[in-house]
């Protein structure tokens, strides 16, 4: 079935150094994808989406590259900070016409000062 | 502004009462869902509908039920809470088609002692 993988449970930086989180994704044909970041106290909001049509996608400073040869999707983001502390979930668009998105559990970032 | 909101913020209960967490959202979306949220284990689909009076089975449906009375308010109701149910609830809505992404609100957090 379809499934989204997100290995890292929990990554811890200082800021100015460089993020990684490693997403792949299972399913037939080609599906939209999409980044979510968690705050503290909130719920989870789009941090970036990407289609077949566009294969990358970048916001905040976050960027995000669709890579159907290895079906993944990692998130990157070059310096992060302080405030980039929360937890991120990748997501992609259900293979069947549900409307549903499925998530991976989610990454914890901790960025240290 | 487009919004979802949740009510209550944080709820406590004892087992076996009877709990109703509401969800209202302004976007003029068809598609609403219930997840849970727990250490873990991520985001979980309990039920969602695609319209007023439709109600969808998620992965994790057990002791809960839900009710879509307009295309704004979606419902979720646990009428015989047990500690196992203690966990924190989003509500997201969504126009449904390929490519468009959630709006979560800020989350409803559910303790039964």
């Known amino acids: 079935g379809d499934s989204v993988i997100q290995m890292q449970g929990q990554v811890t930086l200082s800021e100015n150094d460089f993020l990684f989180i490693n997403c792949t994704y299972s399913?037939?044909?080609?599906?939209?994808l999409f980044w979510y970041v968690q705050y503290s106290g909130e719920g989870p909001q789009l941090l970036l989406q990407?289609?077949?049509?566009?294969n990358k996608g970048s916001s905040r400073g976050f960027e995000a590259t669709y890579d159907k040869g290895t079906t993944s999707f990692h998130l990157q983001k070059t310096s992060v900070q302080e405030i980039d502390s929360a937890v991120y979930y990748c997501?992609?668009?259900?293979?069947?016409?549900?409307?549903?998105?499925?998530f991976g559990l989610g990454t914890t970032l901790q960025v240290q000062p | 502004e487009a919004a979802v909101t949740q009510s209550p913020r944080n709820k406590v209960t004892v087992t076996g009462g009877n709990v109703t967490l509401s969800c209202r959202q302004t976007?003029?979306?068809?598609?609403m869902y219930w997840y849970r949220q727990d250490t873990g284990h991520g985001l979980r689909l309990i039920h969602y509908?695609?319209?007023?009076?439709?109600?969808q089975i998620g992965d994790v449906p057990d002791g809960y039920k839900a009710t879509r009375t307009t295309q704004e308010d979606f419902f979720l109701l646990l009428e015989l809470a047990s500690p196992s149910q203690t966990s924190l609830y989003f509500c997201?809505?969504?126009?449904?088609?390929?490519?468009?992404?959630?709006?979560f609100g800020s989350g409803t957090r559910l303790l039964v002692i």
């Open positions: 399913t037939t044909g080609y599906p939209t």
């Open positions: 997201a809505s969504s126009a449904g088609t390929a490519n468009s992404d959630y709006t």
């Open positions: 990407v289609t077949t049509a566009n």
């Open positions: 997501a992609m668009r259900d293979g069947g016409n549900t409307g549903k998105l499925i």
């Open positions: 509908s695609y319209g007023a009076g439709n109600l």
């Open positions: 976007n003029s979306h068809n598609y």
